[in-house]
């Protein structure tokens, strides 16, 4: 599903460096969030967006922000990276009535 | 907040036989109960959706249900076939007005 992309797909860094993840979509929709994916653990919430004025913490926003720039792009930052940073994130995006979510291809982050 | 259990964590059966993965919710209030497919090395995709107005919904072979009172749903995948060979999530929350939180995720593998 090419509406909805991150960059980078791939990243490696090391303990204490900043990194930006990105995500955009073309879907025309108002819901953007930030997921993370670790073995055994599932799809947990970093942040979300209901629109462009709006930001809310999920249930693991420690060590990480974002950024709404529009409509449709949503960023995500770690602004010291730690080794339990290592994991797979997701962005996925949901339109105003907010039932299914559009998930982007994932970028997988290395912190060493 | 909302707190969702997925249970087996793995899950093996042969070809055509049945699978069945179940979750629970904490939240009496949640309504929206989808269920995520993600194959290896792809991104999440909704396979099915059921809202707490209806008790079961079905769609080719993967059925859910749902028990409002004792707050659990189930995913039935029928005659399973190697492509149904995946990690399914499992979600819950108040659609429409609020985040979904996923479980833990069930590897099912369908041996040949």
């Known amino acids: 599903d090419a509406d909805v992309t991150q960059t980078p797909r791939n990243r490696i860094t090391k303990t204490g460096k900043r990194i930006m993840l990105e995500c955009s979509q073309t879907?025309?929709?108002?819901?953007m969030y930030w997921y993370r994916q670790d073995p055994g653990l599932g799809l947990r919430l970093i942040y979300y967006?209901?629109?462009?004025?709006?930001?809310n913490k999920g249930e693991i926003s420690d060590g990480y922000s974002v950024s709404r720039q529009a409509q449709a792009k949503f960023s995500l930052s770690l602004e010291s990276a730690i080794p339990n940073q290592t994991a797979l994130y997701f962005c996925?995006?949901?339109?105003?009535?907010?039932?299914?979510?559009?998930f982007g291809p994932g970028t997988r982050l290395t912190v060493t | 907040g909302e707190n969702v259990e997925q249970h087996p964590s793995t899950l093996s059966v042969q070809e055509g036989d049945s699978a069945v993965i179940k979750c629970t919710y904490s939240?009496?209030?949640?309504?929206?109960f989808p269920w995520y497919k993600q194959e290896l090395g792809k991104r999440p995709q909704l396979i099915i959706d059921?809202?707490?107005?209806?008790g079961e919904k079905k769609d080719q072979r993967i059925a859910v249900t749902l028990n409002k009172t004792a707050k659990h749903f189930s995913l039935h995948i029928t005659e399973t076939q190697p492509e149904d060979s995946a990690v399914y999530f499992c979600?819950?929350?108040?659609?429409?007005?609020?985040?979904?939180?996923f479980g833990t995720g069930t590897k099912l593998q369908v041996i040949p």
């Open positions: 979600g819950g929350g108040l659609g429409g007005y609020q985040k979904v939180t």
């Open positions: 967006s209901f629109d462009v004025k709006d930001i």
């Open positions: 939240d009496s209030a949640s309504n929206y």
């Open positions: 996925a995006t949901s339109d105003s009535r907010g039932y299914e979510q559009y």
């Open positions: 879907k025309g929709h108002d819901r």
């Open positions: 059921i809202r707490s107005n209806v």
